[in-house]
């Protein structure tokens, strides 16, 4: 899992309530992302960010948020309006070689969702 | 649609047989090809990448992939399977005109090595 760290592990959220997700990195990555894991399916990209102050919508932005102040860090909040949230996140970071296609994303150990 | 293929949802095979996995895809453009490896409730790990140049590509732990143009696949292989492999794989590819941020990844493949 590299230098990216994930908080909570677990995260266990009651409906109608908002939640944020943690997400760290100590490689000097200037992109970040964040995907959604369902069972069955690859994954989706729900933002992601190039520069600090600056994010982007990816596929499934809808009922999520984020933030991106510092280079190191990229928090992701569940917002209410997500219909169903319950999934496993995971974060990832790439350097930005110029050519970002060809760039490696890192990933982080995850954080498991659960709406009761 | 650009979209990636993993036609099948689980692979078996007897440890020390060889093993493929087996993706296809459909981009527009020069795709640059991925693979990754998931153990349970982990992230992704790099395995190998597909950028340019000889069509077989070595990555980690043994593993190899071959890009083939005109089948539009990138199979992954190794030739001799352990138990330590059964995992989840994904692949995925980065369309080159999509401004680079943007990866779709198939819906995975759970490999199962049998001692």
């Known amino acids: 899992d590299g230098g990216i760290t994930q908080s909570p592990k677990y995260l266990f959220r009651k409906e109608g309530q908002n939640v944020t997700l943690s997400c760290e990195q100590n490689?000097?990555?200037?992109?970040m992302y964040w995907y959604r894991q369902d069972p069955g399916q690859g994954l989706r990209l729900i933002y992601y960010s190039q520069i600090v102050n600056d994010f982007q919508k990816g596929d499934i932005a809808e009922g999520y948020s984020v933030s991106r102040e510092k280079k190191e860090s990229f928090p992701l909040t569940v917002t209410s309006a997500q219909k169903n949230p319950t999934a496993f996140y995971l974060c990832a970071s790439s350097e930005l070689s110029g050519v970002a296609s060809t760039d490696t994303q890192y990933f982080g150990p995850g954080t498991r969702l659960t709406v009761l | 649609a650009q979209s990636v293929a993993q036609p099948e949802d689980q692979v078996n095979v007897a440890e020390g047989n060889p093993l493929t996995v087996k993706c296809t895809y459909s981009v527009s453009g020069n795709p640059y090809l991925f693979w990754y490896v998931q153990y349970p409730n982990r992230g992704l790990q790099f395995l190998l990448k597909y950028i340019t140049g000889d069509n077989l590509v070595k990555g980690s732990y043994g593993f190899e992939a071959e890009f083939n143009k005109s089948q539009t696949s990138f199979h992954l292989k190794k030739p001799s399977a352990l138990v330590s492999d059964s995992a989840l794989y994904f692949c995925a590819v980065r369309p080159s005109n999509t401004g680079g941020f943007k990866t779709i990844f198939g819906a995975g493949t759970r490999l199962f090595v049998k001692a």
């Open positions: 490689l000097n990555h200037d992109a």
